[in-house]
């Protein structure tokens, strides 16, 4: 059976996004049927509608999701229907060499659904991250699935699916922040004010927030953030290094993820200290840097996708902490809004007046 839905879309580079009826088969094997709960608007869906990301339009956007199993393909043991899950983009396969190695946090060879989704006229559709959730029903591959608390709400703990997960893992898992760190996060979005929240989980004791929006630093603030640093009022690098005794962060987080961006992370952190690039660049941003600052500077530069999660351990984890008054997942929901208000809530992201946007379907 095909199931008939509404979805939104992004038919071409730049244009407006659009509500239309997408058709969304029944699971095959290895494949899971979703009801959609809730989707977080996400800064990768604003990169996706900008062809920043390819060009493989059109896209069904969406995709920091929980929702409930409706259907599984016929192999399916992991979830069931009427399982509550939070949707994942890197569901590992197990036999790559990276899961070969008992790393499978880095599966080289993640998957989503075999069979499309698509328009009306049979047009393909790609979802975003594999995922596309700003639709009352996705098709995903059974490994994207998380099973969750259903007590939890869904709107706060969908965001661990994307945004958040990235965050909280770029300091905890790729960042291998520790108690007693001081860490410094440049962009304070969704992405950036979760990787504060995961420095404070992790006990580092001075959290320097930096952003050219002084409401994102004001919220950072509420987060864990000890200190904030406007960057297009000061240097970064010599505030960073003027808060940290003349020496710089044992650990720099870029989530905005421009060349400048990244040069003050290089720069703002200590010797011997790690840098984590978890915003996206877009493909014509280049880098230049003296190479023996490279070398001389030491440490670790770090790449963080999806904050290096693995979403069976880490997933239940921090609903559990949330759920525990441990992580204030709700500070991200900024509002929760219908399936028709996704362009507002890109203005909004621009604007710098909210955190996460959330669709409830
Ligand atoms: P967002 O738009 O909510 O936040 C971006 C923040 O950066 C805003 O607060 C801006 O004011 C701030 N900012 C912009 N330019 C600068 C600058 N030059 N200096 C300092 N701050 C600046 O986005 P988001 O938090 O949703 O996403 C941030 C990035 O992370 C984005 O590139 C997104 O695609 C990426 C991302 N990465 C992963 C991953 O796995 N690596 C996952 C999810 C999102
Ligand atoms: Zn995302």
Redesign the pocket.
């Known amino acids: 059976m095909v199931h008939k839905v509404q979805g939104v879309v992004a038919r071409f580079k730049g244009a407006p996004v659009t509500l239309e009826t997408i058709l969304v088969p029944d699971p095959g094997p290895g494949e899971a049927l979703v009801d959609i709960i809730t989707s977080g608007v996400?800064?990768?869906d604003l990169?996706y509608k900008l062809g920043q990301i390819s060009d493989d339009f059109p896209f069904l956007l969406g995709h920091e999701a929980t929702g409930v199993v409706s259907a599984v393909g016929p192999d399916v043991t992991e979830v069931a229907p009427g399982d509550r899950v939070i949707l994942n983009w890197r569901a590992v396969c197990g036999e790559c060499r990276a899961c070969r190695r008992g790393r499978p946090q880095y599966c080289f060879n993640t998957h989503n659904a075999t069979q499309k989704m698509t328009l009306e006229d049979g047009t393909e559709l790609t979802p975003a991250l594999g995922i596309g959730a700003f639709a009352e029903k996705t098709l995903v591959a059974a490994g994207q699935c998380t099973k969750v608390d259903p007590e939890a709400d869904a709107a706060a703990v969908g965001l661990l699916g994307?945004?958040v997960m990235?965050?909280i893992g770029a300091a905890l898992n790729t960042g291998g922040v520790q108690r007693g760190d001081s860490v410094a996060v440049?962009?304070?979005?969704?992405?950036?004010s979760a990787a504060i929240a995961g420095a404070a989980l992790a006990g580092a004791t001075t959290i320097i927030a930096?952003?050219?929006?002084d409401t994102?630093l004001d919220r950072a603030l509420t987060m864990g953030a000890t200190d904030t640093v406007n960057?297009s009022e000061n240097d970064p690098v010599e505030a960073i290094r003027a808060l940290t005794g003349g020496f710089g962060a044992d650990v720099v987080i870029d989530?905005?993820?421009?060349p400048?961006?990244y040069q003050q992370a290089f720069y703002a952190r200590d010797l011997a200290g790690t840098v984590v690039l978890?915003?996206?660049p877009s493909p014509e941003m280049t880098l230049e840097l003296p190479l023996l600052d490279v070398f001389g500077r030491g440490g670790s530069l770090k790449s963080?996708?999806?904050?290096d999660c693995l979403p069976s351990r880490d997933f239940p984890m921090l609903v559990s902490l949330y759920q525990q008054g441990r992580l204030d997942l709700d500070a991200f929901v900024s509002e929760r809004i219908g399936i028709g208000q996704i362009e507002e809530a890109f203005d909004k992201?621009r604007e710098?007046t909210v955190?996460r946007s959330v669709v409830e379907l």
């Open positions: 996400c800064h990768t990169h994307c945004g990235a965050g440049i962009g304070c979005g969704g992405v950036g930096v952003d050219i929006n994102k960057s989530a905005v993820g421009r400048e961006t978890v915003g996206v963080s996708w999806y904050g992201m710098g955190l």
